[in-house]
């Protein structure tokens, strides 16, 4: 018998019985056979659960605002769920082809597993592998060449003029015995009823400071932090609670010198999920950035809800950067794909609007939103009832896309 190298394999050879030469590869067969064998029960058992999760949720939600739609119904809303799911990896679209990155994989599978999909799952998840042409994508956008050909409009005639201050304090009502301080305060209805009005008027904003036993707003930063954010003017934001997403950078190659030099990337963090960043590599640098994000790290949440904290820095930027003329918001499902500064010029100057904000890719009524919320148990069912029933007082209807005056689709070119 003798031994020899076949390929980077040892092998062995022996003569057999009628002088053929037998040659056995080893284990080579063997271990080719098991990892192939191994990838594929891998393989068919992660589309089992990515299907079989959210039949899960659909067969144990419980609670109807209303009658759910038709099965049939249901089938195309997925179906054109899945369809636009690309719409949530790339909002805005760019003509040509583009594969995707394989670490957004797992936005295909926090999509399927976490939200929308519970038929028709396997649509998004080959869609990842493929070319997607995203000129065929009903939002092409027409930004401009560079930042050096845009221009800041003076004077925008819809412009509202008037003076907000806001309440940074409440002291204990002198006819109660309890008082539980509130990160929005207490505000009454009366109250909210006149904060809509675009007056001079000082309202509840959210930082309301409770009694000296209680000095704390909750949402707690660091003042080098708070520094920091006081001179942005131009800022991209967006936030991970409870290490419940990873960090994706912007692409730098497609932000321009002058928006890394002139606008704040910021990303709130709680300390949780800074240590699975740093647990993944992703470490701040002295300055406390990591890459183009620089990393605010929040503490004494808000709320035990990471959904309704994550809704401070969304809704409240004009809070958190005074000095800001211009935001933009991002949620961390999404990779910033565009400059911020033709993301502005597009949206706001060219059109002369105060505020864009983007369509949802399948509903556009708060009643389906409702359901799907209960759906998906995101929320308490009573308490999403609830909320419908005030907005219902309000004098919220529901979406008619029949109605020739609905403003949408938002996404125009």
């Known amino acids: 018998m003798t031994v020899f190298k076949h390929h980077g394999e040892m092998s062995t050879e022996k003569r057999s019985e009628n002088g053929f030469r037998v040659v056995r590869l080893g284990r080579r067969f063997g271990r080719f056979y098991r990892q192939r064998s191994w990838h594929w029960v891998f393989f068919l058992a992660a589309l089992f659960l990515m299907c ?50 394989i670490r ?45 050909e845009i221009v800041e409009l003076k004077d925008f005639m819809n412009f509202s003029r008037f003076s907000l201050d806001y309440i940074e304090k ?107 960043l740093s647990s993944e590599g992703n470490i701040p640098d002295d300055e406390g950035h990591i890459g183009l994000w620089r990393i605010v790290v929040v503490k004494n949440l808000p709320y035990k809800d990471m959904r309704k904290t994550g809704k401070v820095p ?3 930027p004009h809070r958190l950067f005074p000095s800001s003329r211009y935001s933009i918001w991002l949620d961390s499902k999404l990779r910033l794909q565009a400059d911020p500064m033709l993301i502005i010029e597009f949206f ?3 059109k002369r609007s105060e505020y864009a904000i983007s369509n949802h890719y399948v509903r556009h009524c708060v009643w389906e939103e409702a359901l799907r919320n209960k759906f998906l148990n995101k929320y308490n069912h009573t308490a999403i009832d609830e909320q419908i029933i005030f907005y219902q007082s309000d004098g919220l209807t529901k979406f008619d896309p029949s ?7 938002s996404c125009e070119s």
């Not at 949720?57 to 054109?80: C, D, M, P, W, Y």
């Not at 994508?137 to 027409?142: K, Q, R």
């Not at 675009?198 to 930082?207: D, I, K, S, V």
């Not at 109605?403 to 689709?409: K, V």
Request: with cysteine; net charge negative; glycine share 4%.
């Open 104 to 148: 957004d994989l797992n936005i295909f599978i926090n999509f399927l597993v976490n939200s929308e999909s519970f038929s028709g799952c396997l649509t998004p998840f080959f869609c990842s592998f493929h070319p997607i042409n995203l000129s065929d994508l009903p939002c092409t956008v027409g930004f401009s060449e560079s930042v050096t």
């Open 348 to 350: 706001l100057w060219r």
């Open 314 to 316: 969304k809704l409240l």
């Open 403 to 409: 109605d020739p005056n609905n403003p949408l689709p």
């Open 52 to 101: 079989s999760v959210p039949f899960a949720f659909k067969f144990f939600s419980h609670g109807n605002l209303e009658n759910r739609a038709s099965k049939t119904r249901e089938v195309q809303e997925v179906i054109s769920e899945c369809k636009s799911t690309l719409l949530g990896i790339f909002p805005l679209c760019s003509s040509g082809t583009m594969m995707l990155d």
């Open 170 to 276: 409440e002291d204990k009502p002198s006819t109660t015995n309890f008082f539980e301080p509130r990160f929005g305060g207490h505000q009454s209805l009366q109250e909210r009823e006149k904060s809509f009005y675009a007056e001079n008027q000082t309202l509840h904003c959210g930082f309301v400071k409770g009694p000296p036993q209680f000095p704390s707003t909750t949402f707690d930063l660091d003042e080098k932090d708070r520094a920091y954010m006081n001179t942005c003017e131009v800022v991209v934001s967006s936030c991970i609670f409870g290490s419940s997403d990873f960090l994706r950078r912007p692409t730098s190659r497609m932000i321009s010198e002058f928006s890394k030099k002139n606008v704040c990337f910021v990303m709130f963090v709680d300390e949780q999920t800074l240590l699975t």
